[in-house]
């Protein structure tokens, strides 16, 4: 038997080709896979230099704030790059890409990896005020994902529950994620500015992602976004116990070496 008409027409000739509606359902969803593939790419040349003046380590140690994670808590992403590559892959499969339930995702899965690409480079080259509008845009739109997908984790008779568990799993995690990473941005902002954000009021902006945290996981048994956030509590805390490098002074004078940073010669 020959597939449905709504996605099959028949030529003069009798054979079978793919409609305009089948393919406008699969042109966004190979554009996504594409737009991660480039993402990935950028995410590595940033990484080690390309393209920016300064890496992101270069600006961290210059800018030791008390909502700085240590490095290895940054092995996140790839956990999240994962799952966000994992749900790319499927939408776009044959038997998955007319699923009504992922169409109004992709416009935003697109934002969300475009402003990730486009802060990576104008936080490289310390455009913090104008990376920090990007990541509140990156973060919304993931918040908007995640409102999308309405995915109760318990539900498994919901429709298409495994894809949408995927969906909500890579985007719940990333969105976590970058909750705190914004409000790290935006100590480090003020840092850059001349103030140094106190303990105080460093604990109230960790309260927020917290909130945040027991809310989603309160109201929809959210473990990838507490997860997420209880794995960055845990690297924040980490980082201001005895033994840290936080706010070492050679650490510091070693970034100020690789690159002229505005903060190492602002007098500040």
């Not at 080709?17 to 699969?26: N, P």
């Not at 393209?51 to 808590?73: E, M, Q, R």
């Not at 590559?85 to 499969?93: K, P, R, T, Y």
């Not at 460093?202 to 473990?223: C, I, K, N, Q, T």
Request: glycine letters at 6%; hydrophobic letters at 55%; aromatic letters at 12%.
């Amino acid at each position: 038997a020959r597939p449905p008409s709504s996605t099959w027409i028949m030529t003069p000739s009798g054979s079978a080709e793919v409609s305009a509606s089948a393919m406008s359902t699969t042109a966004p969803a190979l554009g996504l896979l594409m737009l991660y593939v480039v993402s990935i790419v950028v995410n590595g040349l940033v990484s080690t230099g390309k393209g920016v003046p300064l890496t992101n380590k270069d600006i961290a140690f210059t800018h030791p704030t008390y909502l700085s994670p240590p490095p290895f808590a940054f092995a996140i992403w790839g956990v999240i790059y994962l799952l966000v590559g994992a749900f790319c892959i499927v939408q776009a499969l044959p038997r998955v890409v007319g699923l009504p339930h992922l169409a109004p995702l992709r416009p935003y899965v697109a934002l969300a990896l475009a402003c990730n690409c486009g802060w990576l480079f104008l936080f490289g080259h310390e455009l913090f005020w104008t990376s920090f509008l990007v990541i509140c845009s990156y973060l919304a739109a993931l918040f908007k994902i995640v409102s999308l997908v309405r995915l109760d984790l318990v539900d498994w008779d919901a429709p298409s529950y495994a894809v949408r568990l995927l969906a909500h799993c890579a985007f719940a995690a990333n969105a976590s994620w970058v909750t705190v990473a914004t409000l790290l941005q935006l100590q480090l902002n003020l840092l850059d500015e001349g103030y140094f954000a106190s303990a105080d009021l460093s604990v109230a902006m960790l309260l927020v992602a917290v909130a945040l945290g027991v809310w989603r996981a309160f109201v929809a048994a959210d473990l990838p976004w507490a997860a997420v956030s209880a794995w960055a509590l845990y690297a924040i805390r980490s980082n201001q116990q005895p033994g840290s490098d936080w706010g070492c002074l050679p650490a510091i004078c070693e970034s100020c070496k690789a690159g002229a940073q505005r903060i190492c010669s602002n007098g500040r």
